[in-house]
């Protein structure tokens, strides 16, 4: 086989550093330049959110919601007649459930890498041992699709969970997000946004890959169209701390701007020397060889630079 390139994304750590990746297959198609594109404007969208979602902890109680990631684990070994089953509850840091609770500014429930039961070299646990471990949890992620059977199953157990009392259930919308697979590395930013989202620490996006299992309406994610172009899922994010500091500066400026209108009529009805003294500042401005931004700011000319050369 010619021309054979391996990929090997998934020893990268990090959403951000996999979908870099993504600017090597845009090279094969001569398309450096979206590439760069596509991942700067999701790199800057995913901090984003992790900058509001700090922001929105910080302005309230200052407690984090708490989540646990969990799915019910049952499979009969037909060669070896062995049943197993148990709770396999994603609990690893690091690792992407640690990483988006994390960057959603949640609490991640930790465990310490031990269970009652066995499922094939991962520890699970009991239905006590998950009751007792994640019981206060605010959110309960279910990373399966078949939640619906295993609540029938176990509704004694799981009802006693703060997380269910409250409604705040979730599963993945079927064909839409495959854990560790394509999905939730070519959305991360969107990935990132539904959760933060869940734990309510954002609230401007719709969920696109997670559903409420008691109050909203199944979704199916799969693909009608698999010629379609992939359409992005995130929302647009403005940092709250930028906005808040331009609407500080608007203020400044126009008291600023009221100050000096005073200062102007003052001097207007005193000596024309100071019409002279603008005169030649506006002389001084015409001898300067140097290139001004229009909104008086260099580092807004040097982006559309940069902008220019992307394009």
């Known amino acids: 086989m010619t021309n054979l390139m391996v990929s090997s ?22 398309l450096e330049h979206l590439g760069n594109q596509i991942a700067e404007e999701k790199s800057e969208r995913y901090d984003c959110v992790v900058s509001n979602a700090e922001h929105h902890v910080a302005e309230n109680s200052g407690e984090k919601p708490t989540i646990v990631w969990a799915r019910w684990f049952y499979l009969y070994n037909y060669y070896t007649y062995d049943l197993t089953f148990g709770w396999y509850v994603q609990a690893d840091c690091p690792g992407r459930s640690c990483q988006l609770t994390k960057d959603a500014s949640a609490e991640f429930l930790e465990l310490d890498g031990t269970g009652s039961l066995n499922c094939y070299g991962y520890p699970c646990l009991s239905d006590n041992d998950l009751l007792e471990a994640a019981r206060d949890a605010d959110h309960f992620i279910y990373t399966d699709d078949d939640f619906a059977s295993v609540y029938n199953e176990k509704k004694y157990i799981l009802d006693q969970f703060k997380s269910f009392q409250n409604q705040e259930v979730y599963q993945y919308v079927h064909g839409s997000w495959t854990y560790g697979g394509q999905t939730d590395e070519i959305e991360y930013d969107a990935l990132l946004q539904d959760v933060a989202t869940i734990v309510g620490t954002i609230d401007n996006h719709e969920r696109a890959f997670f559903y409420n299992v008691f109050t909203e309406y199944v979704l199916d994610g799969t693909c009608s169209d698999v010629t379609a172009p992939l359409e992005s899922q995130a929302s647009s994010c403005t940092r709250i701390a930028d906005s808040v500091d331009e609407d500080d500066g608007e203020d400044g400026d126009s008291s600023s701007s009221d100050s000096s209108g005073d200062s102007s009529s003052s001097d207007s009805s005193g000596d024309s020397s100071s019409s002279d003294s603008s005169g030649d500042s506006s002389s001084n401005d015409e001898d300067c060889d140097c290139e001004e931004d229009e909104d008086g700011d260099e580092d807004g000319r040097l982006f559309r630079m940069l902008r220019d050369l992307l394009k």
């Open 9 to 30: 994304y998934w020893w990268e750590s990090g959403s951000k550093a996999e979908f870099e990746w993504n600017k090597v297959f845009a090279a094969l198609y001569n």
